[in-house]
């Protein structure tokens, strides 16, 4: 039996790794939990589970569930994330990595620390903290598994294969919200329209970030990092149906396809049972439905904040902190109403194109110029 401890176990992830956890009781424990932004499910999650830690936002809910839950240990605020993470470092602990934003970094360190194996949907700890997690694990005996349905479509597409005999990594997309209108039409798309994803259902900043396609950037920056591949043989296209999640080219011309319906559970499932593929809960695929699937060329000049990814990560050091500064702050902005959609892109390009690069920034660097470019964007709007 698997103990799990699982990082932002109220957002759309952690509530799908929570089903199959109840699908599953033999075979896996739920041992950990956070959640900051909704206490009231926390607490429900505490009572099913009776986990030995939680971590919650506030010492003023911390104090709640200590008084409720005696035997539990309670932490609180972001470093309680990485005490959940680094908890009990002698057992042989599964950590979900499910949370949204920088907040995911630091745990991910703590656990590979620890010797973890983590099941990692926190694109920016790779994005941000890529050069930092490469160095911790070459000391460590932690594995990072991906859960993002692309990256986990390549893991099970390169299985067993030499990755230099690959010619490229293809990543779909599906395009987003907006991807049949035309740029002067995106002057003036709601938030509202930018939340309505076609094909999956996803948290707001996942959803906006699919609208302006830089999530398709830092899938890129995330697959060069897990598979250890030049930036430059991984390529994106655009296929709407979101059937084909990932595809790997060989040398040989050969093409190896992971095809399922656009449902998460799958890569969790997946990840979970590793190294062992067992029944899923997750909806199974109709192969009648291969009859109409689409692909097409990505315009960059469509997508622009896709270039700004590849060349924050040719840049290298800090400018890729400044691309997922800019890029959340701009995101929460938007949210709120204070910008403008396009006006998203803007501000990461105008925040790239002023940053002084440092090459190999620290942790304590990383999250310096996190919160300065943040508290300059958000003064400035």
């Not at 919200?177 to 076609?198: G, M």
């Not at 190294?275 to 899923?280: A, F, G, I, V």
Request: aromatic share 8%; with cysteine; net charge negative.
């Amino acid at each position: 039996m698997k103990k799990i401890y699982l990082l932002g176990a109220t957002g759309s992830i952690g509530q799908q790794t929570i089903e199959i956890i109840r699908a599953n009781p033999y075979d896996f424990v739920l041992a950990g939990i956070s959640g900051f932004n909704n206490f009231e499910l926390v607490k429900k999650l505490a009572k099913e589970f009776e986990p030995e830690i939680v971590a919650v936002k506030t010492v003023e809910e911390a104090q709640i569930l200590m008084s409720e839950f005696r035997n539990m240990r309670v932490v609180y605020g972001e470093k309680g994330l990485e005490d959940l993470a680094g908890y009990h470092p002698y057992h042989d602990i599964v950590l979900v990595n499910a949370l949204v934003g920088m907040v995911g970094l630091k745990p991910t360190l703590k656990a590979i620390e620890t010797n973890r194996t983590i099941l990692l949907a926190n694109k920016e700890t790779l994005v941000v903290g890529g050069h930092l997690i490469r160095e911790k694990l070459k000391t460590s005996r932690a594995k990072i598994y991906p859960i993002d349905s692309e990256h986990n479509a390549l893991w099970q597409a390169l299985n067993g294969e030499d990755i230099n005999a690959v010619k490229r990594l293809i990543i779909t997309a599906s395009g987003g919200a907006f991807r049949d209108k035309s740029r002067s039409e995106l002057e003036t798309v709601s938030l509202e329209e930018a939340l309505n994803h076609p094909n999956w259902s996803m948290g707001a900043k996942i959803t906006i970030d699919s609208a302006t396609m830089i999530n398709k950037g830092f899938e890129i920056i995330e697959a060069a990092y897990l598979f250890d591949i030049d930036i430059d043989r991984i390529d994106t296209i655009m296929h709407r149906e979101s059937i084909i999640h990932s595809m790997v080219e060989f040398n040989d011309g050969s093409i190896i396809a992971q095809i399922a319906d656009h449902d998460m559970r799958l890569p969790i499932s997946y990840a979970l049972n590793y190294p062992l593929r067992k029944e899923s809960i997750a909806n199974k695929f109709d192969l009648i439905r291969l009859n109409d699937l689409h692909f097409e060329e990505i315009d960059i000049n469509r997508y622009p904040c896709l270039a700004y990814a590849k060349e924050a990560y040719h840049i290298g050091g800090s400018m890729r902190t400044v691309l997922n500064a800019a890029n959340e702050m701009a995101v929460e902005l938007f949210i709120e109403k204070r910008i403008s959609f396009l006006e998203i892109e803007r501000i990461i390009k105008k925040e790239m194109s002023n940053h002084q690069v440092i090459d190999f920034p620290s942790l304590e660097q990383i999250y310096e110029i996190d919160q300065e470019i943040k508290t300059r964007i958000n003064q400035e709007y």
